[in-house]
């Protein structure tokens, strides 16, 4: 069983940055791929950007230029890095990794951009 543990939210304000953590219990290098989804209040659930284990990056069209998804396969942790936020950013922010046909999540963490 795999564990995926978020951390790294908080409240910023606008035009702020934040780096958003996610430790995998397992080793990563063996996910086909990792990535971040956020789900805003009355909102469902939306691709934020992945990471494959090859290093291919995807980003959600809203996001591009502002957030980096990175990982680490020493620290089995993947990164959110997120920067010139907006209150629009405001969400929890959930890593999740794919494998054989399988998914798992981690439980979340909370970004609120705010002034």
């Known amino acids: 069983q795999v564990q995926l543990v978020e951390s790294g939210g908080g409240l910023v304000q606008p035009g702020g940055s934040q780096r958003l953590s996610c430790a995998s219990s397992?080793?990563?290098?063996?996910?086909?791929?990792m990535g971040w989804y956020r789900q805003a209040p009355g909102k469902q659930r939306e691709l934020v950007a992945t990471?494959?284990?090859?290093?291919?990056?995807n980003y959600a069209d809203s996001v591009k230029g502002r957030f980096t998804i990175s990982r680490d396969n020493a620290k089995n942790t993947v990164y959110l890095q997120i920067d010139s936020l907006k209150p629009e950013d405001t969400a929890v922010y959930y890593c999740n990794a794919g494998r054989g046909g399988y998914v798992w999540w981690g439980q979340g963490t909370q970004v609120t951009v705010s002034s």
């Open positions: 397992g080793r990563i290098d063996r996910f086909y791929a």
């Open positions: 990471i494959t284990s090859g290093g291919t990056t």
